[in-house]
């Protein structure tokens, strides 16, 4: 009968199962999220492997691909991982072999590739079937004792197998090679360290095992990336991201000024962080030059061929190159922050982020660990052989016997083993002894053999049953690690260096980063900004939308900040390169920062750090403040003078000279010294004139010897002198006198 293709009678309805939904839901993703945990994204804090590299190292292993033996192609150990150990995709598995074999992305490379294996530009590498590896002697040291059952063995996922729950890890490999994953819930990022320093670290901690982890840190200094850079974290940011297991590495490019002759120099950069693709590194910078984000850059060019090289060009000889490279490690990859999480798979079982100190604890109690479970199967494999070799003396002692029980008996095994208390294993080794074993000095050897191995097993006896032997043991292990990757071998030698950043003028590097043009600022009545190309010096011709007009207009440069004060008592600051052009009316100024409806522009002027400026509200109520205290940094503005509705601010200008001269409404003049007004970061101020009705009009800050000038609306310059101004002089908060004869019909200065 063929297959039936229609459904069942009753429906099939008797094979449905209801399933509650959010049951099911919690644990298939709970079930996914521990596989992607334990299986694929966090490494194991004895080995620093993921289950990944640790196939990958196995096959290798079995498929003898030693230091000294030949290549393999990449395929044909993709194959075998893949057939046998991870069924996951060969794309994933090659990916993974590759890295492995990247010296800019291994610090110490477990595969020693033959072939195309990709370069720091960030191309890849060539497909698997024309590439080849072997591993590296790193990867033996990974794997030393694992014939030794040095560790436990699962069925692989077809269980036809037998694959290792972790390598013996004879290296501290999570800390030397660093790790990165990202799984459900949780992430890893490990940067690679330098082994040397690591070891030493274990040794201080095998000898004092209290170590706290700032002692630890005389040896690890930071970590050591396969590319190089300088990290410019304080120490104390270090020993913290150490201590806690969590933190990050600020690292830089390496750099140096290369004279070109005549006075001109570039800068040439010959190392950059890890991680970064140089290729797009440099296309980056190449963008924002094109931008015009990098006034003080003239041109990059990449001149790199084994070695790293990525020249820059200043636009000058006059060009601080400090200067230059700090705009640039603001704006680029050429200083990028490698994060630390050391969230490891502690004993192999527990995600757990830890400490340098748990991290090589852990590491040094599994070696241990190690150390046992090798000296109990050479104990085990010593007991054998003793034994075997006590039945070749008994067969020595009896020679002639044996070779007739040999001849005549039917089942010689048995008339041995009765005869001489021989053991099953014994009577089997004599029955297989070869002819020419049966010379004389054979007993010789076999005594010799006997007594060695009698007192390698006292030794091993000795070992398992004192702490201070294994850890004694362990030492002489740890040490010759290190002395074959010490500071003086190649792989060894550190690569990266510790500095502090240069201290710069931040707004220096702010002005780095910005053209500096002329540009004339123009602010409408209704609160419209723009930016006009150039100093214009005729204003008339400037357009607005219907019913505004023009409030005030004033010349800057692009790198100028632009300050702006409104009748709440607010300060904003603004880049005048952030303005909007020149083409049509600009935008309002709410969109450019969060001013208050109810509130509109006083003035707006250029910063200059080194003034100070005289509010005052149209109460009268006012104050000095030096300008540097008043600049903003969010777009929400810095409340400077505290004003409560009816009343608010109404004046803001430059304090210059020795004294003030101020105007109410009611048209009256008070003159008196600047030295009565306080200076203050923030506040309502204090009272300058006294009013019955009405407010503020104007206010003048001058110099008495000099006089006090104004203009008519003639546009005619009057200036009264000292003696003129006597009876205007009075203290501050008076009510003063009707002002002087041919002041202004408007009230102004001028």
């Not at 001149?303 to 200067?323: N, T």
């Not at 007009?549 to 440069?557: E, M, P």
């Amino acid at each position: 009968m063929g297959k039936r293709l229609l459904p069942p009678q009753d429906g099939g309805g008797d094979h449905i199962e209801p399933v509650d939904l959010k049951k099911a839901l919690e644990e298939r993703y709970l079930a996914y999220a521990l596989s992607t945990i334990m299986h694929r994204a966090l490494p194991d804090v004895r080995d620093g492997l993921k289950p990944v590299h640790r196939r990958i190292m196995h096959a290798m292993r079995l498929l003898r691909l030693n230091p000294d033996q030949g290549f393999a192609k990449c395929a044909r150990i993709v194959g075998e991982v893949m057939g046998k150990f991870h069924p996951h995709g060969d794309q994933s598995i090659y990916d993974a072999l590759v890295r492995l074999a990247q010296d800019f992305s291994m610090r110490y490379p477990l595969v020693d590739g033959q072939g195309n294996f990709g370069n720091i530009d960030g191309d890849n590498a060539a497909a698997m079937r024309y590439t080849e590896a072997r591993m590296t002697d790193v990867a033996t040291e990974l794997l030393s004792g694992i014939t030794e059952d040095a560790v436990d063995y699962r069925p692989t996922y077809n269980e036809e197998d037998e694959e290792p729950v972790v390598l013996p890890g004879a290296f501290p490999n999570l800390l030397a090679n660093g790790s990165s994953g990202i799984a459900v819930g949780m992430a890893t990022s490990i940067p690679p360290h330098n082994a040397a320093e690591l070891c030493d670290a274990a040794l201080h901690l095998i000898e004092h095992r209290d170590a706290p982890v700032a002692k630890l840190m005389d040896f690890v200094q930071g970590p050591d990336f396969p590319t190089g850079g300088i990290i410019v974290d304080s120490r104390a940011s270090i020993l913290e991201a150490y201590e806690t297991g969590r933190g990050g590495f600020r690292v830089r490019s390496k750099w140096s000024q290369e004279d070109q002759g005549r006075g001109t120099w570039s800068i040439v950069v010959t190392e950059i962080p890890y991680g970064v693709q140089k290729a797009r590194l440099i296309e980056k910078i190449a963008e924002l030059l094109m931008a015009r984000k990098l006034p003080l850059l003239e041109d990059i060019r990449d001149e790199s061929a084994e070695d790293i090289r990525v020249v820059l060009v200043p636009k000058s000889r006059s060009v601080d190159p400090g200067i230059l490279m700090e705009s640039l490690f603001k704006l680029t990859e050429l200083e990028s922050r490698f994060p630390l999480n050391m969230n490891v798979l502690s004993r192999g079982k527990v995600p757990n982020v830890l400490s340098l100190k748990g991290v090589l604890q852990e590491w040094l109690e599994h070696r241990r660990d190690v150390l046992i479970r090798r000296s109990k199967h050479r104990l085990g494999e010593i007991e054998k052989r003793l034994e075997i070799l006590a039945g070749y003396l008994i067969a020595y002692l009896n020679i002639d016997e044996v070779i007739r029980i040999i001849r005549e008996e039917d089942e010689p095994k048995q008339v041995m083993m009765a005869r001489w208390s021989l053991t099953d294993t014994q009577a089997e080794a004599i029955l297989n002894m070869r002819l020419r074993a049966l010379r004389k000095l054979e007993e010789f050897e076999i005594r010799k053999e006997f007594d060695g191995l009698s007192a390698e097993k006292k030794q091993i006896e000795a070992l398992l049953a004192s702490d201070a032997k294994q850890w004694s043991t362990i030492k002489w292990e740890v040490t010759n690690i290190r002395d074959k990757f010490g500071p003086e071998t190649e792989l060894g030698k550190r690569r990266t260096q510790f500095a502090d950043a240069p201290e710069h003028d931040l707004t220096d590097i702010a002005h780095a980063m910005i053209e500096r043009e002329p540009v004339t600022v123009v602010v409408s009545e209704k609160g419209w900004l723009r930016a006009m190309k150039g100093h214009l010096a005729d204003l008339s011709t400037l357009t607005f939308k219907e019913g505004d007009s023009l409030k005030l207009a004033f010349h800057a440069q692009t790198t100028d900040k632009v300050l702006v004060f409104t009748t709440g008592g607010k300060f904003y600051t603004i880049g005048a390169d952030r303005l909007p052009g020149g083409r049509g009316h600009g935008e309002p100024i709410r969109i450019i920062v969060d001013m208050d409806n109810d509130q509109d522009i006083v003035t707006a002027f250029v910063h200059d750090p080194k003034r100070k400026l005289l509010l005052a509200s149209h109460d009268a109520n006012g104050f000095i403040v030096p300008e540097e205290e008043v600049v903003a940094n969010t777009r929400k503005g810095k409340q400077v003078m505290n004003v409560k509705a009816p009343d608010e601010a109404q004046r803001c200008v430059p304090v210059a000279g020795d004294h003030l001269a101020i105007v109410g409404e009611n048209r009256k003049m008070l003159v008196f010294a600047l030295s009565e007004i306080p200076e203050m970061g923030r506040g309502k101020g204090v009272r300058l004139q006294k009013y019955k009705d009405g407010g503020l009009l104007d206010l003048k800050p001058f110099t008495l010897d000099t006089g006090l000038t104004w203009q008519d609306s003639a546009d005619r310059t009057f200036t009264r002198s000292r003696e003129e101004l006597a009876e205007w002089i009075g203290a501050r908060a008076s009510a003063g006198r009707m002002v002087p004869k041919g002041f202004p019909r408007t009230g102004k200065f001028g």
